[in-house]
Each structure stands twice: as C-alpha cells, then as structure tokens.
C-alpha cells in the first residue's frame, strides 16, 4: 500500500532518531546548541564542495562539518566569547556556502533540499549510508558512555580516572559531524541542530537518569519522525520543518506536564 | 617507594608561573596536605598531580597501575542532567549495589540514594562525590578543599573519615585545607605551597618554620614558634630525615 519511497523516508527518519536522541542529550548536556549550529551550517559548504567536484553530498558534507568542528575547537577560548565565535562560525560557513554554490558551472542547483531536507527523495543508496552512520554513532556511544558521561560531569575527575580527555572530546565532535552528514538530507543544514536538541529536551523533565533521558529522546524522535512524515503526507507540508514541528509539541508538551507535576508537588 | 612524586614540577599559562620547581611525594598511608594563600598554585598542583594538566617543565611519576580518586572543588551539574546519587555511584565504575549502599553508609548518604545530585545540600553533595572516589577502591585520594563550606562540628567529622577511610583502604590522601588547626592535627606531612614549595615536613616542623610563619602571619603564636625554630638548627635537613622516618 504504502510507496516505496515512504519507507525509505520512514526508515531513514528512524535511523537519524535513534542517533539523535541520545547525541543530543550530550548537546544539551554540555550546552554545545550553538556548537552544533556551526558544525550543521558548514555543511552547506560541503554541499558546494561536493557539487563542485562531484563528490557524494556525505563525504563533502561529512569533511566540511569535521573542519569547522575541530577548528572551533582550536580557536576556542581566545579573545572572544565562545558564542560570538560559534555565531561567526555558523553564519559565515552558511553565507559562503550559499555563495559558492552559485559559482558552480552547469544545473542551476535548488538548495532547499539541503537547507530544510528532502526526506521523500531519499534513495536506496543514502538510505544504507544514514544507517550505517547512524549505527556507527550509536556503537560509538554505547562503547564510551560512561567515559562521555564522566567528562561532561567534570573533566578533571574524567582525567583522574585516566581517561584522555582530548581523545574522547574528538570522538564526540566526530560522531556530531558524522550526524549532521546523516541528517542533511533528512531534514536540512538549517534543523539539524533542532532534530539534537529538541528531543532531549522534551525528554528531560520526564527522566531521573541520563539513560532514561536519552531513551525517552529517542522515543520522542521517532515519535516526531512518524507524525511529522504523516503529516507532510496528509496536507502536503514540507516534511524537514513538519518533523521539528512535531518534535516542538512534544517538548511543549513534556515541559507543561513537568510545570503541572511541580505545582501538584509545593 | 612512593605512590606518586614530582621533580621539578613548573606550570607556565601564558607568560604567567603558577608553579615552579614543585618537589613532592607521597606514600601509601600517608596524609599529606597542601596549604597556601589564595592564587598560591594549590589546585593547579592537585591538576598536574592527577593528570588533568601538563606540567611545562619536570616530571611526574606515578606508581604502575596507581588509582587516583579525586573529589574536585566544586563539581556544577548541569540542571539539564538528570542524575540520582545512585547513578552518580554507579560511575565509579562498581555496579554491586551493596558495596554502593556501604560505602553510602559510611560517608552518611544512605538514605538519598534516589535523590537527583542536584537537589543534595552542600555537605550531602561533598559527601556523594567522596563516595564515588571511595568506591573505585583508590590507592591514593585526592581532595581539594573538601570542607569549603562545612560548620565546625562538620568538618571535624569529615577528617575523622577521612582517617577512617584510610585504615580501611589502606590508602594515602593528598588533600588542600584551609583548616590550619585541624591540618596540623590529623596531617603527616605538610606542604607549604607559594608558587613553589616554601617549606616541607611534618606539622611541627612547617609550623616551626619562617616561610610558614610568614605567609600566614600568626602574632605571638609566631614568635613563639620562631623561638622553637631557633632550637632546631637542622630545619632543611630536618625534612629529609623525617621523611626518611615516616
């Protein structure tokens, strides 16, 4: 009944949810919002890149949000604050991106599919690429969990337990460029960060430990993929934005229920 | 042979010497606390000591296999982590919760294991982060300022754990204090810490000592001391025997 392409899109759309939600809660965690704008904007550039010199979109995308994620890294507490930094960053590799594309030669290229997603046009072959990233995050993750965890808590005491701090804030910055390469095509460079954070957030004032937290963000991504893919089905809107959208309620949702408890409490 | 030691430890950020040719060690057993003014390189030390920073110039070596638990000044948890004090003791690494709940016990937490860390008190929260120390089983502990914000009567409990916890794990303590008195009790060996090492020994001796007496300024008690130090001609060498002793 359902087409082809629908289930490619749903099951790309479950692939980039089960990494996402609990990727996400180390975003939120760690307040890296702004960090994961930056590192999801460049991505545009890695699209011109990747159309410049016909590379796969992933590959140019994957490259780009690695170079601006690590050169945050190394510029980082110098001279500026670190948001005014990331908002440089993000706004200027989105700008150069959306410029450098009109300079390439041939098909005039549409970039709404890479700014808010083209999740229905999701072919066989990106479909085995978002899962393998997605698998490859989420092994990642399930390796170094407690290490990840320690060094978000404090990394001083991450240190004195002999984990390399350097080493696991690199494999966490990998696993981030590694998502926004998953998720470009799914919901776009402008909402990848959204996909991060709003999910864990929405699972936040339901949970008691960073496991249930970043189990019921997974379950709130998939719930957000699911309604939102109906949703673009039903009334034809866009499906990147209608995802997020759905994922908003949920989190408008979590947070009244958590106002209502506390209320109920005092 | 010891647990840990330094040799001419300096830390340089920027152009600025925070320290400079640090010469330490501990052994097994041992209490050793770091006093010194504000600014004087105490938690920088506690940070090259645990690995948690470079040191620019000398060595530190560390015994094959050494376990450090560390309980950090402040540690802020974000309110965006959900996080019980049973969690909390499970990332030491040790799931057996029935070692968790006597160690819980012991430090005085047992009824808040289902607590979010954020909504502990200021002595609960300082007590939570010295169990988890406690139960990766260390071979040395490391704590700064572990009584910031304690009353009397709390802080006189905590150095009474603290050499509890020693006998029991036969471990040694590094620790920072501003409490001079209690230090000079319950210490074996005092560092007296300015951006180098000022003077070193047991508490008698630092205490005796000018350098000592100098950057904490007591009057009379001073003068007092300083007539002790008068008799003690062998001060610098004084610290190399007593070591040897202990």
Redesign the interface.
């Known amino acids: 009944m359902l087409d082809d392409f629908l289930w490619r899109a749903t099951l790309a759309g479950i692939a980039l949810a089960l990494a996402a939600g609990p990727l996400g809660c180390f975003v ?4 890296m919002a702004y960090f994961g704008d930056a590192t999801a904007h460049a991505a545009i550039l890695g699209v011109a890149l990747s159309l410049g010199f016909s590379i796969s979109i992933f590959i140019g995308v994957l490259v780009a949000a690695l170079a601006m994620a690590f050169m945050i890294l190394s510029f980082s507490g110098r001279m500026f604050a670190i948001d005014t930094l990331l908002g440089v960053a993000a706004h200027g590799a989105l700008a150069l991106g959306l410029v450098a594309v009109t300079f390439i030669p041939g098909v005039r290229v549409d970039l709404t599919a890479y700014l808010f997603g083209d999740i229905l046009a999701v072919g066989y072959v990106d479909l085995l690429i978002i899962c393998a990233g997605s698998a490859s995050i989420l092994v990642l993750l399930r390796l170094r969990w ?1 290490r990840l ?2 060094l ?6 991450a ?4 984990i390399d ?1 350097r080493r696991e804030n690199m494999i966490l910055t990998i696993m981030l460029a590694v998502l926004v390469a998953v998720a470009i095509k799914i919901v776009g460079a402008l909402l990848i960060t959204a996909m991060l954070i709003i999910p864990a ?1 929405a699972a ?1 004032p339901v ?7 970043s189990g019921v963000a997974v379950v709130a991504a998939l719930v957000a993929v699911v309604a939102g893919l109906w949703t673009s089905f039903q009334w034809d809107t866009p499906t990147g934005p209608s995802i997020v959208v759905a994922a908003s309620a949920l989190f408008a949702m979590a947070s009244l229920f958590a106002l209502v408890r506390s209320k109920h409490m005092h | 042979m010891s647990l840990i030691q330094t040799q001419g430890v300096g830390v340089l950020v920027g152009s600025r010497q925070i320290l400079r040719d640090v010469d330490l060690s501990v052994r097994r057993r041992e209490i050793v606390t770091v006093v010194g003014p504000n600014g004087s390189g105490k938690t920088t030390l506690l940070k090259v000591l645990i690995g948690a920073q470079a040191p620019s110039e000398g060595v530190v070596i560390r015994e094959a296999g050494l376990r450090i638990g560390y309980v950090p000044q402040r540690l802020a948890i974000d309110q965006a982590m959900p996080l019980t004090v049973a969690r909390w003791l499970g990332l030491s690494g040790t799931s057996d919760k029935e070692v968790h709940l006597l160690v819980a016990e012991q430090v005085g937490i047992s009824g808040l294991l289902k607590q979010q860390m954020v909504s502990l008190s200021g002595g609960e929260f300082q007590r939570a982060l010295l169990a988890q120390a406690l139960l990766i089983r260390p071979d040395l502990l490391v704590l700064d300022e572990p009584t910031q914000g304690l009353d009397q009567p709390a802080v006189a409990s905590f150095y009474r754990l603290i050499e509890e916890v020693r006998e029991d794990l036969n471990c040694a303590v590094l620790m920072v204090s501003h409490d001079l008195h209690v230090v000079m009790r319950s210490s074996d060996h005092v560092i007296c810490l300015n951006g180098h090492v000022c003077c070193q020994g047991t508490p008698t001796l630092v205490s005796a000592a000018p350098e000592y007496q100098a950057l904490f300024g007591f009057g009379t008690e001073g003068a007092l001391a300083l007539y002790r130090h008068e008799h003690d001609h062998r001060h610098d060498h004084a610290k190399e025997s007593d070591r040897d002793a202990g």
Do not use: F, I, K, Q
């Not at chain 1, 939120?28 to 307040?31: E, F, G, L, Q, T």
């Not at chain 1, 978000?152 to 005491?157: C, K, Q, R, Y």
């Not at chain 1, 240190?159 to 002999?162: S, V």
């Open positions: 939120v965690w760690r307040r407690e965890l320690l978000t808590l404090n990394a001083d005491l240190a004195a337990r002999g701090t957030a936040r949970s008691r430990t960073p496991e249930t937290m």
